[in-house]
T-cell receptor, first 113, second 115 residues
Framework: AQSVTQPDIHITVSEGASLELRCNYS??????LFWYVQSPGQGLQLLLK??????LVQGIKGFEAEFKRSQSSFNLRKPSVHWSDAAEYFC???????????FGAGTILRVKS | DTEVTQTPKHLVMGMTNKKSLKCEQH?????MYWYKQKAKKPPELMFV???????INESVPSRFSPECPNSSLLNLHLHALQPEDSALYLC??????????????FGDGTRLSIL
């Protein structure tokens, strides 16, 4: 069965500092990987996705993620965090003929000025 | 701006009421989804519609009744809900109908409170 682990429930970073949010997945076949962000009171917004090809993918709002098959990881990064990045971030994995998009538990990002 | 529109944004109802949540998308997507999200938790899949037909029901209680009148609209009819049903209900759509390999686009949700 597929599973997604986000080891960090909360992360606090200073504005302007770099960010890395961790995501590990368990899935036997080729995973389809996503990062979503959710601001309070809002729905989920897709930041980026990985299906195949270049393992470093660029997303919106200056985010990027790197797929590492050997480590079963898909970590999200941003070189310089802005106060508006404070939100909850979800990693998710899907499969081409599966029946469910599996979400991690989420990581809440706090940005301090 | 989200491309999936949900109404109402907030809903308070008693346990004996009947109400409906509505979702609309105009991206030509062929799959639509209902999720339930409790506070500080990830979304939980409830239903999936593909080409306006119900394809997945994640063992959701019958007090939740989905309906897909056409390819752009998705409703969730609510009746005799329980306090534990209070949550954020999210609608999503995607181009893919064969699984979950393509991104889902989410609405901003309906915040539902059951008295």
């Amino acid at each position: 069965a597929q599973s997604v682990t986000q080891p960090d429930i909360h992360i606090t970073v200073s504005e302007g500092a770099s960010l890395e949010l961790r995501c590990n997945y368990s899935y036997g076949a080729t995973p389809y990987l996503f990062w979503y962000v959710q601001s309070p009171g809002q729905g989920l917004q897709l930041l980026l996705k990985y299906f195949s090809g270049d393992t470093l993918v660029q997303g919106i709002k200056g985010f990027e993620a790197e797929f590492k098959r050997s480590q079963s990881s898909f970590n999200l990064r941003k070189p310089s965090v802005h106060w508006s990045d404070a939100a909850e971030y979800f990693c998710a994995v899907g499969q081409r003929y599966g029946n469910k998009l599996v979400f991690g538990a989420g990581t809440i990002l706090r940005v301090k000025s | 701006d989200t491309e999936v529109t949900q109404t109402p944004k907030h809903l308070v109802m008693g346990m004996t009421n009947k109400k409906s949540l509505k979702c609309e998308q105009h991206m030509g997507h062929r799959a639509m989804y209902w999720y339930k999200q409790k506070a500080k938790k990830p979304p939980e899949l409830m239903f999936v519609y593909s080409y306006e037909k119900l394809s997945i029901n994640e063992s959701v209680p019958s007090r939740f009744s989905p309906e897909c009148p056409n390819s752009s609209l998705l409703n969730l009819h609510l009746h005799a809900l329980q306090p534990e049903d209070s949550a954020l209900y999210l609608c999503a759509s995607s181009h893919s109908i064969t699984g979950f390999s393509e991104p889902q686009h989410f609405g901003d949700g309906t915040r539902l409170s059951i008295l």
